[in-house]
């Protein structure tokens, strides 16, 4: 993992220094809301519906046990015992009050973290694949580029006043697991034609009111010339983009009202005009981030390993988690393990203090002290010995922690909604709770497969709906909840936005209307043929005409 | 004009609170006043504003409200939350034993 140097660590203590002070003159009475609210939101504190809520940032979704114990010394301490994890791989706290807030960023600092960026019209916390460095096939690992762009926006001159919200995503392997195509700026680590590695970039992402898939800018960006790069596709975002309209001032409606052929020509217009004063990168620059990246201490094993081929013929239930939550790793002997925070009927994405205290505990005794935070709300474990995952599985097990869904239809991701955002129109977690007791049944969602039910409380699209396979969207509708469906939509390589199903539907009918999509994909599809292919080749109306039969 | 009481956010703990007839602000909606006069609305409109000027509270405004059975009940489901808490943890917020 990364640590940081003197100048890390000097930049965050400061910070926590002057949030203490502006915290200290706003409950003096000396600083008014205007004045207050942008100081606190470039501290990731916002106010929600019932409270201040504190957005902490996990750079690219990676943690240490320490953190993570930090974390969930956070929620006791402070907050009601428990965090969410979010679609941004970071972290809230829903009950935060803003005498506490300067102790917090302290706490935070100690353990080098901070709320930076977290909120605010600048380059927010910048995402990466969930299993960086550990996914078999991999060109290289993206946490290197994601720590270095990290370290580069941070406090950017130029881009802390961006027209509106930034998200930049890094993945170094198909498939996609960072929504890259959803994101403003979007990296894809390549190799060129000569064996070179670089970057393919794009730009125009973005989900929310107008949802867009990012279209590629340049094919290949070599290493060294990535920040330079970014610098003018930035650059010309913050010059050209709209800041009359916050609903028109994303990137994506840029390069959209351009047009990429334009939009491409204005960037490389800039870059040969800045490329040599842009930042630069040295490979020897490159390498110093890399050995903080470096694989930890794997042993040699021996495979197949037995005890753990004997754990999952004896074990149904662990067998059935090993299916489901354990991904392969790149080192004989190894695994990646996920942790399900989607327990049906559970809150998506919510964490006791307890449980982070004991996923601290697991990390420090099965996977080299890390956890890793993945955009569909779940945790990773990312180096286990295959010998130790039955010991892994049990203790996770006790602790409510192995729900065997990962990628299933009980895995769905829901924004926080009503339930806590004051932006939200309707709920999203009773939706997916209901869901999620409508398809309890585990050898059932076995059955139908992959399936991705993305819940957003409105069209800010928090719960990515709009990339759902099944996609659901609260509205408001003369004061009552109603909540729209879409099919079809993606956040892979293969992204697609998905489409409307038809007219809405009030919560208590979500269920069976969900219920007869999944029946209709089960009577159509193919041996093997995922609910998504199966979509794909037959289209929309065969499940409109079945959801909106009469009776 | 329909009945409205006036609610804010309290400065140091983000709570949720409602401002009562003597111009306090309670945690409670119970000791919310409940106005049905523009006279009304408009007076406790100008306390809630003053608090706010004095940095007391923020984001005030006015929910729409019905009295059913003598309790206050906001006719919007966002601020029945608000008035109670998350519907998905009836451990937190108002309406849980620790309020």
Known sequence: ?551 | MSTKIFNANDINNGRVVYLAADGSWSERIADAAVVQSAEDEARLQAVADAAFEARRVVDVYAVDVAIEDGRIRPLVYRERIRAEGPSVRLDLGKQSANG
Request: with cysteine.
């Open chain 1, 1 to 551: 993992m990364y640590r940081y140097d003197a100048i890390d660590q000097r930049l965050v203590d400061e910070r926590a220094a002057q949030f203490r002070e502006q915290v200290r003159r706003r409950m003096a009475g000396e600083l008014s809301d205007l004045e207050f609210k942008p100081l606190r939101l470039m501290n990731g504190l916002y106010l929600q519906l019932h409270a201040y809520m504190l957005r902490i940032a996990v750079p690219y979704g990676t943690l240490s046990s320490a953190q993570m114990r930090v974390l969930a010394t956070i929620g006791r301490k402070y907050d009601k015992d428990y965090g969410h994890f979010t679609t941004r791989q970071n972290i809230q706290f829903n009950w935060i009050k803003l005498e506490d807030a300067p102790d917090i960023l302290d706490d935070l600092a100690a353990v080098e973290m901070h709320a930076i960026q977290t909120s605010g019209n600048c380059i927010r916390n910048v995402t990466a694949d969930q299993y960086a460095g550990v996914a078999a096939g991999e060109i290289e690992d993206p946490r290197i580029y994601a720590e270095i762009i990290r370290q580069w926006s941070t406090l950017h001159p130029e881009f802390s006043f961006l027209p509106r919200k930034f998200k930049i995503a890094v993945t170094g392997v198909f498939p996609d697991r960072a929504a890259v195509k959803t994101h403003d700026i979007g990296l894809f680590i390549r190799r060129n034609g000569k064996g070179e590695v670089g970057f393919e970039v794009l730009a125009g992402g973005g989900q929310g009111r107008t949802p867009m898939m990012a279209q590629t800018v340049r094919d290949f960006v070599p290493k060294a010339e990535l920040l330079a790069y970014l610098e003018s596709v930035m650059r010309i975002y913050n010059l050209m983009g709209r800041r009359d309209n916050i609903y028109k001032a994303r990137i994506k409606i840029l390069v959209h009202s351009l047009g990429i052929d334009k939009f491409r020509a204005l960037v490389e217009e800039d870059y040969a005009a800045t490329r040599d004063s842009g930042s630069p990168l040295p490979a020897a620059e490159i390498a110093r981030i890399a050995a903080y990246f470096a694989p930890p201490a794997y042993e040699r094993i021996e495979t197949p390993v037995r005890a753990f081929e004997a754990a999952r013929f004896e074990d149904r239930d662990f067998a059935r988690w090993v299916t489901h939550n354990v991904v392969a790793h790149k080192q004989p002997g190894y695994a990646i393990a996920v942790i399900s925070l989607k327990p049906e009927g559970g809150v998506p994405g919510d964490a006791t203090s307890d449980q982070m205290d004991r996923i601290a505990d697991f990390a420090d005794r099965y996977s080299f002290g890390e956890v890793r935070v993945t955009h569909e709300q779940n945790l990773v474990m990312p180096n286990v010995k295959q010998a130790d995952l039955h010991a892994l599985w049990r203790e996770l097990a006790a602790h409510g922690l192995a729900t065997p869904n990962l990628g299933l239809i009980t895995d769905i991701i829901a924004c926080p909604g009503l339930d806590y955002c004051a932006l939200a129109n309707a709920r999203s977690i009773p939706i997916a709770q209901r869901i999620q007791e409508r398809f309890m049944d585990r050898d059932r969602q076995a059955l139908i497969g992959e399936l991705k039910i993305k819940i957003s409380g409105c069209i800010n699209a928090c719960g990515h709906h709009h990339v759902g396979h099944i996609g659901i969207l609260g509205v408001d509708k003369q004061g009552e909840e109603f909540y729209q469906i879409t099919l079809g939509g993606s956040a892979d390589e293969n992204a697609s936005v998905g489409k409307i199903l038809g007219k809405g539907f009030p919560a208590e009918a979500v269920p069976d209307a969900i219920e007869k999509l999944v029946d209709t994909y089960l009577d159509l599809r193919a041996d093997g043929e995922p609910f998504l292919d199966t979509y794909r080749r037959v289209g929309i109306e065969p499940f409109k005409e079945k959801v909106y039969a009469a009776g």
